[in-house]
Each structure stands twice: as C-alpha cells, then as structure tokens.
C-alpha cells in the first residue's frame, strides 16, 4: 500500500472519505507521522455522522504504528495518557514539580512507610514503577538516624527483563545528622518514563563510626506495613519476605556500579527505603 486515495471502504461506510484520506492521500505510511494525525482529526465531531471518518482515522494510525514498528505508541503515541505500570493518576503536585514521589511508597511495589531502612556497606536494590515522565530535579531522603561522617549514594537504574541493568545516576547525600534531606546535584541527568519499572539503590559510600538510617517499611511479612514481595519466598510460613536485590560482593568499592549482570546479585529481604523523588 503506497497511500490512502484508492482504498476499499470500510465495512458499511460511505466509499467517499471527504477528510481523512483525501488529506492523507499524497502519504506513504512510513513518512505519516502523529502530527498529520493530529492535524486530520480536528475538526472531526465526535458524533454519530462521522462515524465512517472516525473509524478511517483509527485505521491510518494503527497502520502507521505498525509500520513503523512503534508499538510503545499503542499506548502513548502523540503523548497521551496511556501507561505501562500499575498506577492511577499522576498527581499535579509530583509532576509540576512541588511534591514528592516515594519509591517506597506508591503503587505495585509499595506499601505505607512505618519504619527504618540500614544504609548498608553494599549496594542494595529494590523495584519501583515511575509515576511521571521526565528529568528529576532532586532526590531525597528522611534520615531517622544519623551518624556522623556517613554519606550514602541513592541511584536509579534502568530495567531490563525485569532485572536492573544500568546506572542512570545518583546522588551523595551526607546521612550525618536527623531530617529531611534533598540532593539537587545529581551525577547525571535522570530521565525516567511514567509506567516504566525503574530500580532504585543505595549503599554506604563514606563511613562514620557506625550505621544511619533512613524512612522505609520494614521487611517482615508480617509487620502491618510490609511492602510487596518479589514472589519468593524461603517457605509459605516464612515470615521474611524476598523483595530486594543484593550486591554483597561489591562491599568494598563503596559504591553504585555502572552496570549489573544477572551473577552480580542475590535475592533477599531487606527493609525498603522510602527515597523522595521530584521532578
């Protein structure tokens, strides 16, 4: 098919289309993009005589989605609101940038922060789903014990197979003393995409005279606020939950790898850092 001009109609459609194809009709579907199909469907009332214009509108953007491979546009093409993950809306105070988003916190992964989360002396991973689309701005966290001349770096790193994969970027966030704390300079830009599974880490990487701690849930199955498991468990009436990823063997590099292969981990439980990210 090289363009739309002599095209069978629809089933129980008019034969003539006085909008869509004959605007479409000098395009090959290779060189159509979202803006022509933007530009063609206004003005096309959403009523009932414009049924046949409608479905024909459908058709071309479908073909061109395959044709051209996109199939992420299936559900996002031209920006909109589909998504990937399991989430619900994206509040307009995470995505304008004024609030937060809590890896530990929102939905899939997650759970109701009521606890303390170690900053261990290896790097320790665990899931989250990106509620917004964008560069962060900052990343945060809320020290509920300090100790000084401890720092940790908090990173993200992109999935791949549901594994992580790379490191995106990080902040080192001095854990010295109690509060609420926000890192602004970060070690790369950080791009994540609303619906996508992320990973975020942290681990010691200057140490003090003993161990900080920051907000998290705790990782027993039985606490009340316990997050979500990764589905394995050591027995059904185990009360320890599996839900993070471990790279115990990386302990004395003191810091965030560049990138992580499937023999670098171990699966166990660990409390889950409640890390505050903006956009």
Same mark, same amino acid.
């Given at each position: 098919?090289?363009?739309?001009?002599?095209?069978?109609?629809?089933?129980?459609?008019? *034969?003539?289309?006085?909008?869509?194809?004959?605007?479409?009709?000098?395009l090959?579907?290779?060189?159509?993009?979202?803006?022509?199909?933007?530009?063609?469907?206004?003005?096309?009332?959403?009523?009932?005589?414009n049924?046949?214009?409608l479905?024909?509108?459908?058709?071309?953007?479908?073909?061109?989605?395959?044709?051209?491979?996109?199939?992420?546009?299936?559900?996002?093409?031209?920006?909109?609101?589909?998504?990937?993950?399991?989430?619900?809306?994206s509040?307009?105070?995470?995505?304008? /940038?004024?609030?937060?988003?809590?890896?530990?916190?929102?939905?899939?992964?997650?759970?109701?922060?009521?606890g303390?989360?170690?900053?261990?002396?290896?790097?320790?991973?665990?899931?989250?789903?990106?509620?917004?689309? /964008?560069?962060?701005?900052?990343?945060?966290?809320?020290?509920?014990?300090?100790?000084? /001349?401890?720092?940790?770096?908090?990173?993200?790193?992109?999935?791949?197979?549901?594994?992580?994969?790379?490191?995106?970027?990080?902040?080192?966030?001095?854990?010295?003393?109690?509060?609420?704390?926000?890192?602004?300079?970060l070690?790369?830009?950080?791009?994540l995409?609303?619906?996508?599974?992320?990973w975020?880490?942290?681990?010691?990487?200057?140490?003090?005279?003993?161990?900080?701690?920051i907000?998290?849930?705790?990782?027993?199955?039985?606490?009340?606020?316990?997050?979500?498991?990764?589905?394995?468990?050591?027995?059904?009436?185990?009360?320890?939950?599996?839900?993070?990823?471990?790279?115990?063997?990386?302990?004395?590099?003191?810091?965030?790898?560049?990138?992580?292969?499937?023999?670098?981990?171990?699966?166990?439980? *660990?409390?889950?850092?409640?890390?505050?990210? *903006?956009?």
């Open positions: 098919m090289d363009s739309w001009g002599d095209h069978m109609p629809l089933p129980d459609a008019d *034969k003539r289309s006085p909008r869509v194809y004959t605007n479409l009709q000098n090959d579907l290779a060189n159509v993009t979202f803006s022509n199909i933007e530009s063609t469907g206004d003005p096309i009332a959403i009523e009932e005589a049924e046949d214009e479905r024909r509108l459908v058709l071309v953007n479908l073909a061109r989605l395959v044709c051209a491979g996109e199939w992420d546009g299936l559900l996002s093409a031209g920006g909109g609101g589909g998504i990937a993950g399991p989430l619900g809306p509040p307009a105070d995470v995505s304008d /940038g004024s609030g937060f988003m809590l890896t530990g916190s929102q939905a899939g992964w997650g759970g109701l922060s009521s303390q989360c170690v900053i261990n002396v290896y790097p320790i991973l665990h899931a989250f789903v990106s509620q917004v689309t /964008g560069d962060l701005a900052s990343i945060s966290v809320n020290v509920t014990t300090g100790d000084a /001349g401890t720092e940790g770096d908090f990173g993200i790193y992109s999935d791949a197979d549901g594994f992580p994969d790379s490191l995106l970027g990080y902040a080192t966030i001095d854990l010295s003393s109690t509060g609420e704390i926000t890192q602004t300079s070690s790369a830009t950080i791009s995409v609303r619906g996508t599974q992320y975020v880490a942290h681990t010691r990487s200057a140490a003090g005279g003993g161990y900080a701690y907000d998290g849930l705790p990782n027993e199955r039985t606490a009340v606020n316990a997050p979500a498991s990764m589905g394995v468990y050591d027995s059904i009436g185990s009360n320890g939950e599996q839900n993070a990823l471990i790279l115990s063997s990386f302990a004395a590099t003191t810091s965030l790898p560049a990138t992580i292969t499937n023999a670098d981990y171990s699966v166990d439980g *660990k409390d889950r850092p409640n890390i505050g990210l *903006k956009w």
